[in-house]
């Protein structure tokens, strides 16, 4: 597995634009946070379900993430982890106090967050990185909290 920071900076190679950046600030939490609604959404087995912590599919996947983000590092993962218990309860709000479905909101919302990477692409010159590895889905909220942990002052 490559380390985080040769991660960080192969993804930060087509993230130096700062339109492109400032559309990613915008659309990388959008569209996780829609992934993470959209897996909410799917009907969980009711045996499977605990009554002290929710379990459904977003939380499993979640924790499968944290796997990942952990094993490359525990540092980062900390942050990455406070993000992602923040989507849940924003989902958990939504999915409750909404006029709407939530995966409704979740679609629209993805679609659109997804317009707005590649304009930034575009403005950029330059794919996505994840058209040459597909970790770097995951590598894109790295790429964010990294740059928060740097502006903190904490190694990662």
Same mark, same amino acid.
Request: charged content about 10%; proline content about 6%; hydrophobic content about 60%.
């Given at each position: 597995?490559?380390?985080?920071?040769?991660?960080?900076?192969?993804?930060?190679?087509?993230?130096?634009?700062?339109?492109? #950046? =400032? @559309?990613?600030?915008?659309?990388?939490?959008?569209?996780?946070?829609?992934?993470?609604?959209?897996?909410?959404? @799917?009907?969980?087995?009711?045996?499977?379900?605990?009554?002290? @912590?929710? $379990?459904?599919?977003?939380? $499993?996947?979640?924790?499968?993430?944290?796997?990942?983000?952990?094993?490359?590092?525990?540092?980062?993962?900390?942050?990455?982890?406070?993000?992602? $218990?923040?989507?849940?309860?924003?989902?958990?709000?939504?999915?409750?106090?909404?006029?709407?479905?939530?995966?409704?909101?979740?679609?629209?919302?993805?679609?659109?967050?997804?317009?707005?990477?590649?304009?930034?692409? $575009?403005?950029?010159? #330059?794919?996505?990185?994840?058209?040459?590895?597909?970790?770097?889905?995951?590598?894109?909220?790295?790429?964010?909290?990294?740059? =928060?942990? #740097?502006?903190?002052?904490?190694?990662?």
């Amino acid at each position: 597995m490559a380390s985080i920071y040769h991660l960080l900076d192969e993804y930060g190679d087509s993230h130096r634009n700062p339109n492109n #950046k =400032l @559309i990613h600030w915008i659309c990388v939490p959008v569209i996780v946070w829609t992934v993470v609604a959209l897996l909410w959404a @799917i009907p969980f087995p009711a045996a499977l379900q605990s009554s002290v @912590i929710p $379990v459904n599919w977003a939380t $499993v996947a979640l924790g499968l993430a944290m796997v990942y983000y952990i094993a490359l590092s525990p540092k980062l993962s900390v942050g990455i982890v406070l993000l992602l $218990v923040l989507l849940l309860w924003i989902t958990a709000i939504v999915d409750q106090a909404a006029p709407w479905p939530l995966w409704l909101i979740a679609v629209v919302l993805f679609v659109l967050a997804w317009i707005g990477q590649f304009i930034g692409h $575009v403005l950029e010159g #330059k794919r996505p990185s994840f058209f040459k590895d597909v970790q770097f889905l995951l590598i894109g909220p790295a790429w964010l909290m990294s740059w =928060l942990y #740097k502006r903190l002052g904490i190694a990662y």
